[in-house]
């Protein structure tokens, strides 16, 4: 997939007043595609965005380091979907850091990744209702933070 296709993605989504849902499952999608997005997740329509999915890509560390980018000027959402993106422990790290700092995003997935438990240890502290979904293995847990 291509930037204007992301950017376009967005813009249609921000636009169409379809709940302000960003759904890029399944795309491919690397970390210098995931920047891309900063552009249109920041205009006045990025407002309307509440949910941003970006489950089953291929972020991996990297990409995370890029979601982080983009979503630390967006203070509409709130609902942030990685699941199944080979996220491992410095990319737990990095979600972390964004939860202290970005207290609007409350329902966080992060189901089918890689990091272990220091990359879940990265998530204690942050004190807010914060629903958390994390897997490891074959058991799913979702815990308040």
Sequence with gaps: MGEAELQAAVS???SSGAGG???LTDRGLKGRQVLSLREPLANW????IVHLDLSRN???DKGVGAVVKVLSGNSSIVRLQLEHNGIGDPG???LG???RKHGSITDVNLRRNVFTDTGVSQYAGINSARSL???RARSVQT???
């Design 92 to 94: 737990a790290a990095s």
């Design 21 to 23: 849902e960003v759904v």
């Design 143 to 145: 815990i308040l933070i």
């Design 58 to 60: 291929r972020l991996r």
């Design 133 to 135: 979904s994390l897997a």
């Design 12 to 14: 249609i989504a921000s």
């Design 45 to 48: 329509a990025a407002a309307s």
């Design 97 to 99: 850091d964004l939860l």
